[in-house]
């Protein structure tokens, strides 16, 4: 089956780009006269992206051709010979005309070279733009979502704004999956950043949305990217602005259940430095819960379990960004920033276990409290030293980073226990625990690029990371006496060193309509885990290679197919490999596995976009192979249930994407994606074939209307379908949002209002099944919650919306395709 859908993702652009030939005058079947230029904003000199640049025939003022710019401004437009005139059209912006074009066979292409623009001041008052759901941009190896105004992301964390993305879901515990695989990568301003801190689930729910730029999705990432996350990975980028005086936004937020909050944005730039910072304050309260029935049957004995959770986490949460580019001159840029993020949330948790015998007779009812304080304090600072050449095209960067995060959880713990039999409590259990943990790591990152011919480009990099995490877990539980003692086979200290030292090389071109990049990353892996209590030591060394493939044909001007190709690896990361992490739930125990060996996954992509002047569709057949899965297998002892991390064996997945968005008219428009898959694990543990197959999908629809002038309608639907799991089977949900916002102050401010999970249906379903317990559970991470935000932009527009949602396609980061 591999061979068979690798053949197709090879062949099929070949078959494709033979059908196109022989379609026009010249040998690609285009004509060779061409029209280029580049355009940037006037004042902050930026590039503008979605411009629309029309070349008019000065003789009879019909069209020759026309274009859209790309992520970097750049268009290129073919036309004929014949004298022109180029006109230039942007929403928001002044229109330009550029006469005195000549296309002859003395001149055949006419380069403008940079043409900048001057925002319509007059226009901006008159015009309420929307800034509604993140438009995608396709570049030769990621997706790029610029998050702009989602209504129901105002006042939001990060956790829920990757929710509304497409190819990404967000679970009630809040791990993040990309196409259906957990085994994503989460970098910010594509490294890893202090702001996610120890925990990926905890950081991303205290991160507010409003510091969030865009976010790219890479599913197939190129060999400039590490090679961690067999899924793929998701990039976040923060805001940052380099537009000349001060700038910046604020916002204000309050919500139910408790949310309160407020964050600014600001930029001040003056000649040869530009000073950012943002920061952002919120409190708010999370409550959730669930319910499970668990089923024993070792051997000839039956009992029961009832258990019913109640648990409510949250508390004060800070993020403050700062920092400064510093232009030495119009070649050399140094950047200094530092990130400091800390949280001090009190969570408690409430468990009930009603357990029962064989006829259901009810024997015990225990009651268990736990109430946790969690401090959190995450720092990060780095320096980022760029420069460009004359070539166009040609730089170097370099980049150092440390980052320093702690995490404290105090927690006190009483149980109480009624013997319904003999009508009499246990004595109540004490207990507590204290976890300590500490993440410090360093990061040492150069690149290069270096321009090829006309189209071409080299690039070289290396990377070195380090990084060390210590947890020191302590339980405890009070004597008759009322002494403190140690609780065996839940405390120890485990420490974790990992040293990864990896060098790239990618290569990539332009022939006619063709496309194409190549790459090759080296990773040398160095891993040593430690548990100090019983000196147990385990160390993981291994060197590999990681190639990738880009290609890309332009069908049309406006249609183009994509395939690639990339080699993935999925280390064990700290929580899986720590033997010792939480009691809150002294009857399910989850655990790490010190002995896990990373999972190593092969790619394939084969994907189209096809834009319409006011409507896009993306489609991708993707395949990956993944060897060495890893899954979180449950055994039971006693009435305990004890569930930790294996390696289990493959899986085969293939899956078929879609992304649409259609702009109806100029009050509705629609997008909405899907994701099918069909996943075959041929999985072993413990001595039991846990082989699976399931057939699933995934689905987001999402409508924006324009209601009179100043206010935006917008409502979402999700649906999850349900899906065969290892030892067990996942049941759907689905979700419907609502948001409305209505600007204010001359388009300057904006209130938003808006409802996540209406009908409160945001809930984990799942079966357990095994040869000797099942189990049926329900669980709720957060219930129903509304928020109102008003958010105030000084010197700043509206953002816009870009164009078409499906919106464009570029050839990759910095590759003029």
Same mark, same amino acid.
């Given at each position: ?8 993702i ?6 494709m780009?033979?059908q196109e030939?022989?379609?026009?005058p010249?040998r690609d079947?285009q ?18 992206e ?12 019909s069209i ?5 710019t ?6 290129e ?5 014949g ?7 942007f929403?928001?912006y002044?229109s330009k ?17 940079v043409?900048r ?9 008159e ?16 997706r ?9 992301n105002?006042?939001r964390?990060a956790s ?5 993305i ?8 809040g791990?993040?999956s ?7 990568r989460?970098?910010?301003?594509g ?5 996610i ?5 905890d950081g991303?729910?205290q991160?507010q949305?409003?510091m969030i730029e ?31 005086g ?5 916002n ?9 909050g407020g964050s600014f ?6 000649k040869?430095?530009n ?21 024993f ?12 959770s109640d ?22 840029i140094?950047t ?24 259901r007779?009810?024997?015990?009812l ?16 780095s320096i980022?030293?760029?420069?460009t050449f ?5 730089? !170097?960067?370099a980049?150092?980073?440390?980052? #320093?995060? *702690?995490? =404290?959880e ?6 109480? +226990? /009624?013997d ?6 246990l004595p ?7 976890n300590?943990?500490f993440d410090k790591?360093w ?5 290069y ?9 080299l ?5 070195n990371?380090?990084?060390r995490?210590?947890?020191?877990y302590?339980?405890?539980q009070?004597?008759e ?23 790239y ?13 190549a ?9 040593r885990?430690e !548990?100090?209590?019983t000196?147990?030591?385990? #160390?993981? *060394?291994? =060197?590999d ?6 290609l +890309? /044909? ?5 249609k183009?197919?994509q395939g690639s ?7 064990p ?15 399910n125990?989850r655990?790490g596995?010190p002995d ?6 092969d790619?394939?992509?084969l ?7 006011k ?9 990956r192979?993944s060897?060495?899965?890893v899954?979180y ?13 294996e390696n ?7 899956g078929?994407e879609?992304?649409?968005?259609n702009?109806f008219?100029?009050w ?32 987001r ?5 324009k209601?009179?002038k ?7 639907l999700?649906y ?5 799991v ?5 049941q ?17 401010g ?7 999970d209406l009908?409160n249906t945001?809930?984990?379903r799942?079966?357990?099944l095994t040869?000797?317990y ?6 709720q ?6 928020i109102?935000s008003?958010?105030?932009?000084l ?13 464009g396609?570029d050839g990759?980061d910095d590759?003029?395709?």
């Amino acid at each position: 089956m591999k061979s068979f859908i690798l053949s197709i993702i090879l062949i099929l652009p070949l078959c494709m780009l033979a059908q196109e030939r022989g379609q026009g005058p010249g040998r690609d079947g285009q004509s060779p006269f061409r029209v280029t230029g580049q355009i940037l904003d006037a004042d902050s000199g930026e590039p503008l992206e979605y411009v629309t640049a029309a070349l008019i025939a000065e003789k009879d003022s019909s069209i020759a051709g026309g274009a859209v710019t790309d992520m970097e401004g750049k268009f290129e437009i073919t036309g004929r010979p014949g004298n022109f005139i180029l006109r230039i059209n942007f929403l928001s912006y002044a229109s330009k005309d550029i006469g005195g074009i000549r296309l002859n066979r003395e001149q055949m292409t006419k380069d403008l070279g940079v043409i900048r623009l001057q925002p319509n001041t007059e226009l901006l008052d008159e015009v309420i733009i929307q800034g509604e759901k993140s438009s995608m941009t396709m570049t030769l190896d990621k997706r790029v979502f610029n998050v702009g105004k989602d209504l129901t992301n105002a006042g939001r964390s990060a956790s829920d704004l990757l929710d509304n993305i497409p190819s990404v879901t967000v679970d009630v515990e809040g791990n993040v999956s990309l196409r259906g695989s957990d085994n994503v990568r989460i970098l910010v301003d594509g490294k890893p950043s202090g702001l996610i801190g120890i925990n990926t689930a905890d950081g991303l729910r205290q991160l507010q949305s409003n510091m969030i730029e865009r976010v790219e999705v890479v599913t197939n990432p190129s060999a400039r990217y590490d090679a961690e996350g067999s899924a793929g990975i998701i990039n976040i980028i923060l805001k940052k602005e380099k537009r000349e005086g001060i700038n910046g936004s604020f916002n204000a937020i309050v919500g139910y259940p408790e949310n309160f909050g407020g964050s600014f944005n600001l930029n001040y730039r003056k000649k040869w430095t530009n000073l950012f910072a943002s920061y952002g304050l919120d409190y708010r309260k999370s409550p959730g819960g669930g319910s499970s029935f668990q089923t024993f049957f070792p051997g000839d004995t039956l009992y029961y379990t009832i258990r019913d959770s109640d648990r409510e986490r949250g508390g004060w949460s800070n993020n403050l960004r700062f920092g400064s580019d510093f232009f030495l001159n119009d070649k050399n840029i140094i950047t200094v920033a530092a990130i400091y993020r800390v949280s001090d949330e009190d969570n408690d948790y409430k468990l009930n276990y009603q357990d029962l015998d064989g006829e259901r007779n009810l024997l015990y009812l225990t009651d268990r409290y736990d109430n946790e304080l969690e401090i959190d304090k995450n720092s990060e600072y780095s320096i980022n030293y760029s420069r460009t050449f004359n070539k166009e095209g040609q730089k !170097l960067s370099a980049d150092v980073q440390y980052r #320093d995060n *702690n995490e =404290t959880e105090e927690s006190s713990i009483n149980e109480v +226990t /009624y013997d319904v039999a003999e009508d009499s409590e246990l004595p109540e259990i004490f207990q507590r625990s204290i976890n300590d943990e500490f993440d410090k790591g360093w990061l040492i990152q150069a690149d290069y690029e270096h321009p090829v011919g006309k189209d071409g480009k080299l690039e070289v990099g290396f990377r070195n990371s380090i990084r060390r995490i210590g947890n020191d877990y302590l339980v405890e539980q009070q004597n008759e006496q009322g002494e403190w003692e140690n609780l065996e086979g839940f405390s120890n200290n485990f420490n974790y060193d990992e040293n990864i030292y990896a060098s790239y090389a990618i290569y990539g071109n332009k022939a006619n309509k063709f496309s194409y990049q190549a790459g090759l990353r080296m990773e040398i892996t160095d891993i040593r885990t430690e !548990l100090e209590q019983t000196g147990e030591t385990n #160390d993981k *060394n291994y =060197t590999d290679l990681f190639p990738s493939v880009h290609l +890309t /044909y332009q069908l049309k001007e406006e249609k183009f197919v994509q395939g690639s190709y990339s080699r993935r690896i999925r280390r064990p990361w700290f929580r899986s490999l720590n033997p010792f992490s939480s009691f809150s739930d002294a009857r399910n125990i989850r655990s790490g596995n010190p002995d896990l060996n990373p999972t190593y996954s092969d790619s394939y992509e084969l994907g189209i976009l096809q834009n319409w002047d006011k409507s896009s569709f993306y489609y991708a057949l993707y395949y990956r192979y993944s060897t060495g899965v890893v899954n979180y297998i449950t055994t039971v002892d006693e009435g305990i249930t004890y569930t930790r991390p294996e390696n289990v064996g493959t899986s085969n997945d293939v899956g078929l994407e879609v992304t649409y968005s259609n702009e109806f008219n100029s009050w509705l428009r629609v997008n909405g994606t899907a994701n099918l898959y069909h996943s075959v694990m041929d999985a072993f543990a413990n001595g039991e074939d846990l082989g699976t197959e399931t057939t699933t999908f995934f689905t987001r629809m999402m409508a924006q209307m324009k209601i009179k002038k100043e206010w935006d309608l917008q409502t979402s639907l999700s649906y999850r379908a349900p899906q065969n799991v290892p030892q067990g089977r996942r049941q759907s949900y689905f979700v419907v949002d609502l948001g409305l916002s209505r600007d204010v102050m001359k388009g300057n401010g904006t209130f938003t209002l808006s409802v996540r999970d209406l009908f409160n249906t945001r809930k984990y379903r799942y079966e357990t099944l095994t040869p000797t317990y099942t189990n049926e559970a329900e669980f709720q991470w957060r219930s129903r919650s509304a928020i109102l935000s008003f958010n105030y932009r000084l010197n700043q527009r509206k953002q816009r919306r870009g164009g078409r949602d499906g919106g464009g396609f570029d050839g990759g980061d910095d590759m003029d395709f």
